[in-house]
């Protein structure tokens, strides 16, 4: 048994996005996703093999989806379903303070 806090652990330098898996299974994985000020590259888009429920637990973020003209904000507590091979990037990350995302990828 492993004993942790979702918001604790965070290094004061983030050059990156700190990605950590917590569980995973067949089929599927959890991770907890970190930002400050992070944003994916606009030359790239994730096209994921697995479908993605993701909530952000802490903070705001813009997803831009492609084909879709309007971001999707969201801040503490809204969570949405990313098919499999939906095309999306995050457009923003609060700077000012991290995004805590738990992100479930699944079959």
Known sequence: ???????????????????ETLVEGAGFRMER???????TPE??????????????LHGH???VFEGKEDPVFM??????NIPAHVKHRVEWTDEDQETFW??????
Not at 75 to 80: E, I, N, Q, R, T
Not at 102 to 107: I, K
């Open 1 to 19: 048994m492993i004993h942790r806090n979702i918001f604790e652990n965070i290094p004061i330098d983030l050059p990156t996005e700190l990605v």
């Open 33 to 39: 996703i970190v930002s400050r000020g992070h944003a």
């Open 43 to 56: 030359d790239f888009w994730y096209d994921q093999p697995q479908n993605e429920w993701v909530i952000v």
């Open 61 to 63: 973020a813009y997803l």
């Open 75 to 80: 801040s503490a507590g809204d969570y949405l």
């Open 102 to 107: 738990l992100a479930v990828h699944y079959d």
